[in-house]
């Protein structure tokens, strides 16, 4: 079992930036694909960004490609999504999520079988 745990979530307002930490315990996330999503009030949970074990796939949502980057800490357990130039349409709830599938590579939530309990960013002026 592996539990996860989002953090750095807040309000910002429009072209601000925020780090986002998910912290992982039970077992090491080391093999595992993690991945970052959203879900904003009144519509369903998005896909945001993956990184797979070896961090040699990255994939990103179109709508924040060039301004999110997902990283990972295997020897800290640990997965970050950096965001900048942040935007309105940014405000959500974020959830890191892990695919203990090796070696698969989805941005299907369906496929994720761990999840953190959210940490809400809000961009606003």
């Known amino acids: 079992q592996v539990q996860l745990g989002e953090s750095g979530g807040g309000l910002v307002q429009p072209g601000d930036s925020l780090r986002l930490s998910c912290a992982a315990s039970?077992?090491?996330?080391?093999?595992?694909?993690m991945g970052w999503f959203r879900q904003a009030p009144g519509k369903e949970r998005e896909f945001v960004g993956l990184?797979?074990?070896?961090?040699?796939?990255?994939l990103y949502a179109d709508s924040v490609k060039g301004r999110f980057t997902i990283s990972r800490d295997d020897a800290k357990n640990a997965l970050y999504l950096q965001m900048n130039s942040l935007k309105p349409e940014d405000t959500a709830v974020y959830y890191c999520?892990?695919?203990?599938?090796?070696?698969?590579?989805?941005?299907?939530?369906?496929?994720?079988?761990?999840w953190g309990q959210g940490t809400q960013v809000t961009v606003s002026s």
């Open positions: 999520a892990a695919d203990s599938l090796v070696g698969r590579i989805t941005p299907n939530s369906h496929s994720y079988d761990y």
């Open positions: 039970g077992r090491s996330i080391r093999t595992y694909t």
């Open positions: 990184i797979n074990m070896s961090g040699s796939s990255i």
